[in-house]
Each structure stands twice: as structure tokens, then as C-alpha cells.
């Protein structure tokens, strides 16, 4: 079945780690995009790529890095310069412009 | 900005229609899209309807749009206790030749047996 698998479901780091979230997906989908959810807020655009090897800020980028260097992959780091990590962390992709997007099932990261 | 509403909590009594609504800022809007989230998971996409559609039917899921007053809503008829979730209205356009996803805030629906 293709779909979008984050991992790990969960995780725990001390503060001042960083930590690489997965997300890879089997839809063939050209974009892929990560967002952060914190309770009773939307979802907040951290990066995006529409094309292997290129990527984009998106509007809370501080404190994190990308890499997109094969089409399946998006991974995402959070370094220790993000202020306040512990969040819902979502993966997504798109086809074609304007397509719907396709979501994982979610990485939940702790920092304490 | 662009930005997307929704009010932040509904509650129905089970076999009742759900009315969620949402406006939007956006004019050049092109799809405009309703997901579920269920606790701990991601966003799973129920249904989307093209800027120039008025309408969208699909089983218990009915979409109305009023362009002309930014307006999105989404009856869920004979609601489920299952239905019970929060509900993302988002919309997508050109954006600095790019195309971009905005969702809103979400609206908690409670299905009361």
C-alpha cells in the first residue's frame, strides 16, 4: 500500500540534543513538507521541497534542518537551537501542484 | 497574510447533521479541502472541492462553498460517535510561484450518544 511513514511514533531527548525525525514516502509525490502541531494550534509550516536536492524555508524554519537528497526521503533534524521542541511533529506529500496533500501519522518528540 | 478560521469546538448529538464552517482570506484559493485527525494521528483527508464548484457530495459528506463571501462549510450527516475528531479546513493557490497550503485552526467535533 503507498503511503507516508514517520518514525519513531515517539521520542524522548535532553534538552540540548539534536534529533533526526524520518519520514519517507512511497507515492511517488515530487513535495514533500514538514509541519509542527501544539495543542488547540493549526499546523505551522516548518520546510518544504518540491524537488529532490532543493528545499525551502517555511514560516517556523529556526531551529531546524532538512535534506532531501532522494525523492522517498525528507528527513528533519531538530537542533538544540530550537527554543521549544517538544511538539507533534507531521510529514507530508503532494503529487501535481494543487493536489491534495498526504499526511504521515505523526512523530510526538519530548524534550525535557 | 493569507489566512484560514474555524471556530474551535462543536458538539452534536449522535444522529444529528454537523455543520463545520470556515472562512478564508485567500481570492486566488484554488482547492479548498476538509481533513480528520483522530487522537495521536495524522491528518486523514476527507474531501476537497475546486474554487469554481459550488458543491460536493459524497456519502454523508457534503461541501458548500460561497466564493464571493469566503465561506466553507462541511455538513456530516447522522453523525457517529466515530466522527468524533478535529476537523482541518485548508486551501491552496498560487503563492510567489509556488503553491502553498493553509490550514486553519481546526474544530473539535463531540458526538453525544
Known amino acids: 500500500d503507498g503511503g507516508i511513514t514517520q518514525s519513531p511514533k515517539y521520542l524522548f531527548r535532553k534538552e540540548g540534543q539534536n534529533v533526526t525525525l524520518s519520514c519517507e514516502q512511497n507515492?511517488?509525490?515530487?513535495?514533500m513538507y514538514w509541519y509542527r502541531q501544539d495543542p488547540g494550534q493549526g499546523l505551522r509550516l516548518i520546510y518544504y521541497?518540491?524537488?529532490?536536492?532543493?528545499?525551502q524555508k517555511g514560516d517556523i524554519a529556526e531551529g531546524y534542518s532538512v535534506s532531501r537528497e532522494k525523492k522517498e526521503s525528507f528527513p528533519l533534524t531538530v537542533t538544540s537551537a530550537q527554543k521549544n521542541p517538544t511538539a507533534f511533529y507531521l510529514c507530508?506529500?503532494?503529487?501535481?501542484?494543487?493536489?491534495?496533500?498526504?499526511f504521515g501519522n505523526g512523530t510526538r518528540l519530548t524534550v525535557t | 497574510g493569507e489566512d484560514v478560521e474555524q471556530s474551535l469546538f462543536l458538539s452534536v448529538r449522535e444522529g444529528d447533521s454537523s455543520v463545520i464552517n470556515c472562512t478564508y482570506t485567500?481570492?486566488?484559493?484554488?482547492?479548498l479541502y476538509w481533513y480528520k485527525q483522530e487522537p495521536g494521528a495524522g491528518l486523514q483527508l476527507l474531501t476537497y472541492?475546486?474554487?469554481?464548484?459550488d458543491m460536493k457530495q459524497d456519502q454523508r459528506l457534503t461541501v458548500l462553498l460561497n466564493k464571493k463571501d469566503k465561506h466553507l462549510s462541511l455538513r456530516i450527516a447522522d453523525t457517529q460517535t466515530g466522527d468524533s475528531a478535529i476537523y482541518f479546513c485548508?486551501?491552496?493557490?498560487?503563492?510567489?510561484?509556488?503553491?502553498?497550503?493553509?490550514f486553519g485552526t481546526g474544530t473539535r467535533l463531540k458526538v453525544l450518544a
Open positions: 507515492l511517488n509525490h515530487d513535495a
Open positions: 485567500d481570492s486566488s484559493s484554488t482547492y
Open positions: 485548508a486551501e491552496s493557490g498560487p503563492t510567489s510561484g509556488t503553491y502553498k497550503y493553509i
Open positions: 521541497s518540491q524537488i529532490v536536492n532543493d528545499f
Open positions: 507530508a506529500s503532494g503529487g501535481a501542484y494543487n493536489s491534495p496533500l498526504h
Open positions: 472541492i475546486f474554487s469554481n464548484m
